[in-house]
């Protein structure tokens, strides 16, 4: 049973930095392709970045590129996110997914399976 745990949010000023991350603690986490999605309040969910399987590939939304890195430790069973220079408009409850085994990257939340609690990110200006 895949189990998907975030932390690290908070509340920030902006310009800062946080680091959030997310443990599978239900195995087979190297066969997962995994992406951290947000959603702020009164809009659609959506994606911040995803990784491959190996962390050889990662794509990112347009409004992120350049700020965040996605990064994954598959003998740690942990993706992360590393946020630098916040903006306000990055507030939002942070999720952390897994698609199921040897599914492909996408950036289409509907094709995740599994799914964190979330995690807050707050930030002010």
């Known amino acids: 049973q895949v189990q998907l745990v975030e932390s690290g949010g908070g509340l920030v000023q902006a310009g800062g930095s946080l680091r959030l991350s997310c443990v599978d603690s239900g195995g087979s986490f190297s066969g997962r392709v995994m992406g951290w999605f947000r959603q702020a309040p009164g809009k659609e969910r959506e994606l911040v970045a995803t990784?491959?399987?190996?962390?050889?590939?990662?794509d990112y939304a347009d409004s992120v590129k350049g700020r965040f890195t996605i990064s994954r430790d598959n003998a740690k069973n942990t993706v992360y996110l590393q946020m630098n220079s916040l903006k306000p408009e990055d507030t939002a409850v942070y999720y952390c997914?897994?698609?199921?085994?040897?599914?492909?990257?996408?950036?289409?939340?509907?094709?995740?399976?599994?799914w964190g609690q979330g995690t807050q990110v707050t930030v002010s200006s």
């Open positions: 997914a897994a698609r199921r085994i040897s599914q492909g990257i996408s950036t289409d939340s509907a094709l995740y399976d599994y």
């Open positions: 990784i491959s399987r190996s962390g050889g590939f990662k």
